[in-house]
Each structure stands twice: as structure tokens, then as C-alpha cells.
């Protein structure tokens, strides 16, 4: 079992930065996929940042890259999502997830989430 904690999120003005962490507990997750989802209520759960746990490939939505940045620190079993120039419509409760095998955009291949953290960004 992994238990997943998000923290990070906050209100910023457009164009500032974040940086998100997911932290995992229980069993250590440096052999799980890792992914970051973004949700607005009454919408799907939307892709945003995957990596892998072997070749530390990443994966990004076209609508973030140039502007968020997935790494991974497995000696401190912690996620981060760096978030740049941020914009309104990126105002969401994003959420960490693990799973086994390799980074994919599907929310169904990851096992394990969080409880999400809120990003809010005023124009």
C-alpha cells in the first residue's frame, strides 16, 4: 500500500510559480510510475505530468509543456511538480498518483492517489 500527500498548492497571480509535492508513505514508491492529474468539479480527471520510475522519462500535456516540470527524488520518496508561468485556466485540485509499470496519461493505470491540493490562479 502507498499513501500519497500532496501539499503546495495556494493562490497565485498569473504568471508566478509553484512547486507541488506528492510524498508517499508505506511501501516506497521508486518502482511505481508516477503522475500528476488536474480536476475541475464537474469535469474529468485531465493528464498533466508523468514519469517514469526506471529511465526518469517524462511525459507532459501539450497544454503545460514549456511551463511544468515532473521530477522525482525517490531517496526522499517525493514527487514535484514545478508549475511556471501560471494561468487562470490552470486553476484545478491536482493530484499525485502511483502505479506500476511504465508512465502512461491514463488515469485507470495508476493505483494509488492523493487527496489533491489546490491551485487557484487570479488574473
Known amino acids: 500500500q502507498v499513501h500519497l500527500v500532496e501539499s503546495g498548492g495556494g493562490l497565485v497571480q498569473a504568471g508566478g510559480s509553484l512547486r507541488l509535492s506528492c510524498a508517499a508513505s508505506g511501501r516506497t514508491f521508486s518502482s511505481y510510475a508516477v503522475g500528476w492529474f488536474r480536476q475541475l468539479p464537474g469535469k474529468e480527471r485531465e493528464f498533466v505530468a508523468a514519469?517514469?520510475?526506471?529511465?526518469?522519462?517524462?511525459y507532459y500535456a501539450d497544454s503545460v509543456k514549456g511551463r511544468f516540470t515532473i521530477s522525482r527524488d525517490d531517496g526522499k520518496n517525493t514527487v514535484y511538480l514545478q508549475i511556471n508561468s501560471l494561468k487562470p485556466e490552470d486553476t484545478a485540485l491536482y493530484y499525485c498518483a502511483a502505479g506500476p509499470g511504465i508512465a502512461t496519461k491514463t488515469p485507470a493505470s495508476y493505483y494509488y492517489w492523493g487527496q489533491g491540493t489546490q491551485v487557484t490562479v487570479s488574473s
Open positions: 514519469i517514469s520510475w526506471s529511465t526518469r522519462t517524462t
